[in-house]
């Protein structure tokens, strides 16, 4: 049932398009292995083997301290409609952070949102599908703005601390680099 692709088609990016939810996978060498679901407007396919998807603060860094000790990182997509479908991108991930030259250019991808804590670009080497025949069927009641009234409300001042209080090391001790 599974099949895999050396790239992104048309077919995976248009679905890609269509999903309001995906999931992220990462490990370090040791430790805890994190899995965190993303959703929000927050995925670009820039080509056909490169993607980038936006991290918003929250109450974790996990996946910044994880890719910087080991760059594997997994991402999936589900389908919760009518037609069935998981596709997973295999690959390896970096870090844009706000003090990097490429952080203003992919901001305005995605409209600025605040909260913005960090962009991860990642080379993809495999695309799998496969059927999602037993995952249940859900419909989307709305994107929660709960975060974003959150991050306006601290101001950039305010998640600078945030980083600082919060962010900077994993739950297993791993440094994120969110500030240098």
């Keep these: ?3 895999f692709f050396e790239a992104l088609n048309d077919e995976h990016i248009e679905f890609i398009g269509n999903q309001h939810i995906f ?5 370090a060498n040791e430790g805890r292995i994190n899995v965190s679901p993303k959703g929000r407007d ?3 396919v820039l080509d056909a083997n490169n993607v980038l998807w936006l991290n918003l603060t929250g109450s974790g860094n996990e996946t910044a301290a994880h890719v910087i000790e080991n760059d594997r990182m997994t991402v999936m997509f589900c389908s919760f409609d009518k037609q069935p479908l998981i596709l997973r991108l295999y690959g390896q991930a970096s870090m844009v952070y706000p003090r990097d030259d490429k952080f203003q250019g992919y901001l305005e ?3 600025n ?3 913005t804590r960090q962009f991860f670009e990642m ?3 495999s695309v799998q599908t496969s059927c999602g025949f037993s995952v249940p069927r859900y419909e989307l009641h709305s994107e929660r703005d709960t975060l974003a009234k959150w991050a306006q409300g601290k101001g950039e001042e305010g998640i600078q601390e945030y980083w600082a209080e919060k962010n ?5 001790g791993n440094p994120t680099n969110i500030i240098k």
């Design 23 to 27: 999931f992220v996978g990462t490990a």
């Design 109 to 111: 991808l995605f409209d």
């Design 168 to 172: 900077q090391v994993s739950i297993d």
């Design 113 to 115: 949102q605040p909260g």
């Design 1 to 3: 049932m599974a099949e």
């Design 123 to 125: 080379r993809v080497d």
């Design 42 to 44: 927050a995925f670009r």
